[in-house]
């Protein structure tokens, strides 16, 4: 039975080292990354979980800025609710989304509130690293810890001070991106691998001269491969077909690697 076993798992190791997948699922196109954005905001509803005012001074001037937005005017030291609190709102928008696409957000807190549950957050714009503002958010946060106290002890599960809003995000300006625009398209590798781009390269090449009658690809180093688009093809279509094309990767070289990492810990 064990010697069954045993020729099993070196069959399904073997077919496994041998399969091949598509290029796309090995590789990212150099320019297209997802962008991170961020804000500061507000999240209100809260029952008495939010920030201390007198402890949190920036909470209580954001508030009192909001109100006067508003035309309500708040003598500074007059707010007493614990109903708000401070946040920090994030979000990873995708490459090439539009203006008008829904993101995610995460809403971290800022101050010493106690919980987010139940708590709206008030319409927040997003900035990129450049400063420029990307997109914005609001809504009901949704928060999966909680914390419970009684007279002799008290529980907490999760973060509570700690919740996301599913598409609740908006792109407001599109990032702008110029991959392809020169002709050239790079595709990098997500693990780095001479054997693998040198085999990525050659099938591109393959597809290319029966598809357009030209070599179109040729790999830098051991990560990335250059792409010069033939001038039929637009890069949507020819991304679309190259990322589809099967290749069969270097595994057992990388499964060497892993294995001698490990064994290198163990005697260590």
Not at 16 to 34: F, P, Q, S, Y
Not at 102 to 119: F, Q, Y
Request: proline share 4%.
């Amino acid at each position: 039975m064990r010697r069954a076993a045993v020729v099993i798992l070196a069959c399904l190791m073997a077919f496994g080292a041998n399969a091949k997948v598509r290029i796309k699922d090995i590789t990212t196109v150099h320019g297209l990354r997802e962008n991170q954005v961020v804000g500061y905001g507000l999240v209100v509803g809260l029952q008495g979980t939010g920030d201390t005012l007198r402890n949190s001074v920036f909470t209580e001037q954001s508030l009192q800025s909001m109100l006067d937005r508003m035309g309500i005017a708040v003598k500074t030291g007059a707010m007493r609710t614990r109903n708000v609190a401070a946040v920090i709102v994030s979000s990873d928008i995708k490459p090439l989304s539009a203006p008008g696409a829904r993101v995610d957000v995460t809403i971290s807190s800022l101050g010493d509130a106690t919980s987010l549950v139940g708590g709206t957050l008030i319409m927040t714009p997003l900035m990129g690293p450049d400063g420029v503002i990307r997109a914005s958010a609001q809504g009901p946060v949704t928060v999966s810890g909680f914390t419970e106290a009684g007279k002799s002890e008290s529980l907490t599960q999760g973060v509570p001070t700690a919740g996301r809003i599913p598409n609740g995000g908006v792109v407001e300006r599109e990032i702008p991106s110029t991959f392809g625009d020169d002709g050239r398209i790079v595709i990098e590798l997500r693990n780095e691998d001479f054997k693998t781009a040198a085999r990525i390269t050659d099938t591109i090449n393959e597809f290319s001269k029966r598809r357009y009658s030209i070599r179109i690809a040729e790999e830098r180093d051991n990560r990335s491969i250059e792409i010069v688009r033939p001038a039929k093809a637009s890069k949507t279509r020819l991304i679309g077909e190259i990322g589809e094309l099967l290749v069969d990767p270097d595994t057992p070289a990388r499964n060497r690697h892993r294995r001698q990492v490990r064994n290198g810990r163990r005697r260590s």
